[in-house]
C-alpha cells in the first residue's frame, strides 16, 4: 500500500490543522494506520493510532486533548485533527501503516510496514 500524507502548513499557536493520509494501491483494511513526528532534535514520536476495521484509536498522552485520529472509509482516508497547536509541535508528521501490529507495539515505529513521505507542520509563535 503507497501512503500520501497531506495537509501541512505554516501556522499560528492556537490555529487548527487537518491532516489526512490517502491509501493508494490498496485499501486501508486489516491495518493499523499511525501518525508520528520527527524533529532534527528528537526520534521519530508516536502521535496516533488507529485500527481501520473496528475504528479503536490510541493517542499518545501528551497529546489526546489536542490532536484527534479518525478515519474515512468512502475516502480511504486517515485523518489527524490538530487543535491550539503549539510550536513545539512543529515536525514533520508521517502517515504509516502495519498489519501485524500488537496493541503493545503501536507506539513502535519499526512495527509500520508502509510511510508516507511526510507533511511539513510549522507553528510560529
Known amino acids: 500500500v503507497q501512503l500520501q500524507a497531506s495537509g501541512g502548513g505554516l501556522v499560528q499557536a492556537g490555529d487548527s490543522l487537518r491532516l489526512s493520509c490517502v491509501a493508494s494501491?490498496?485499501?486501508?483494511?486489516?491495518?493499523?494506520v499511525g501518525w508520528f513526528r520527527q524533529t532534527p532534535e528528537k526520534e521519530r514520536e508516536f502521535v496516533a493510532n488507529?485500527?481501520?476495521?473496528?475504528?479503536?484509536?490510541t493517542h499518545a498522552d501528551s497529546l489526546k486533548d489536542r490532536f484527534t485520529i479518525s478515519r474515512d472509509i468512502t475516502k480511504n482516508t486517515v485523518y489527524l485533527q490538530m487543535d491550539n497547536l503549539k510550536p513545539e509541535d512543529t515536525a514533520v508528521y508521517y502517515c504509516?501503516?502495519?498489519?501485524?501490529?500488537?496493541?503493545?507495539?503501536?507506539?513502535?515505529?519499526?512495527?509500520?510496514?508502509?510511510w508516507g513521505q511526510g507533511t511539513q507542520v510549522t507553528v510560529s509563535s
Open positions: 494501491g490498496r485499501t486501508f483494511r486489516g491495518y493499523n
Open positions: 488507529i485500527g481501520w476495521n473496528g475504528g479503536t484509536t
Open positions: 504509516a501503516a502495519g498489519s501485524r501490529i500488537i496493541y503493545s507495539s503501536i507506539g513502535v515505529s519499526s512495527s509500520y510496514d508502509h
